[in-house]
């Protein structure tokens, strides 16, 4: 799955069966797969897969669009999010480990200098329409992405209602052997939406390793910005580093989803966690 969380739907001359699904707008859609059984539509999609070592797969999500027409796949922009609509804009400054001198490669990559602090973004967008606080996502933020992802013309958009209609094609319930899981309770064709799930946060996928503070350390600070539902919904997540039930790494390497870089000068990669679809092919 690529980038689920920003990107503008792309151009497609026809969707059929096996092409990858248009880039969503916001939030996280997994799609059913060709070749792939209706018990086990999901399997393919690395939101949920977890291999012995915990890392996620990425894999390029399927087409859904029924009509196959040549069209713009997109969904229909809602009122825009400006600044004052932001909750706790804040920064947080986490020092380096040691001064150093600049390194080319850390330095290209990140696009800081060794010698100086890291400086942060932390926001909540909340959905279109939802109350403060509910449903929202919080965001730790590379300085400039905040200012890019505003200026977007289609964000937010509108989210499918997948997980809230009384005939969603899944049901969550645990297996005697590999505990939680999402199940398809219908039948699934290549191409069908399964869920659209906004995160619970989104925050970068690693931080330099010269960075005093560790990237448990941030993400905790991040969860208490979080209601206290959207927190125990990270920490019953399954870790497949250890036992400890809530160790913030652990859970997280499990089950983040890579979705590539997000606007702004900042070039790295963040990771969206999505507490439904971490659950898909759990292990």
Partial sequence: MKRGFLNKPKVRPSLSAGEPYPEASIGTGVAAKPGVSSSRAAKPVSAG????????????????????????VHRSAVAPVHVHDILDNEHVTIPPA???APRAPIEGKY??????????????????????????????????????????SYFPSEMSTTTT???????????????????????????DEILSERPLFVVPLAFPSRAASSHGEVVTMLLEKLPKASQEQFYGLHNSRNDRKRDVDGIGVTNYLNIGALPGPYEGAYAALCPLISRINHR
């Fill in 49 to 72: 897969s977890k291999p012995a070592s915990g890392k996620v797969r990425e894999n390029e999500v399927p087409a859904s669009d029924p009509s196959g027409a040549d069209s713009e």
């Fill in 98 to 100: 040691k001064k150093r």
């Fill in 111 to 152: 696009n800081l200098k060794t010698t100086e602090d890291f400086v942060l973004d932390i926001l909540l967008l909340p959905p279109p329409g939802a109350a403060p606080r509910q449903s929202c996502t919080a965001c730790l933020l590379y300085p400039g992405a905040k200012e890019a992802i505003l200026a977007l």
């Fill in 165 to 191: 209609r009384s005939d969603q094609p899944f049901e969550v319930r645990e297996h005697p052997d590999t505990g939680i899981g999402v199940f398809a309770t219908v039948p699934l064709k290549p191409g």
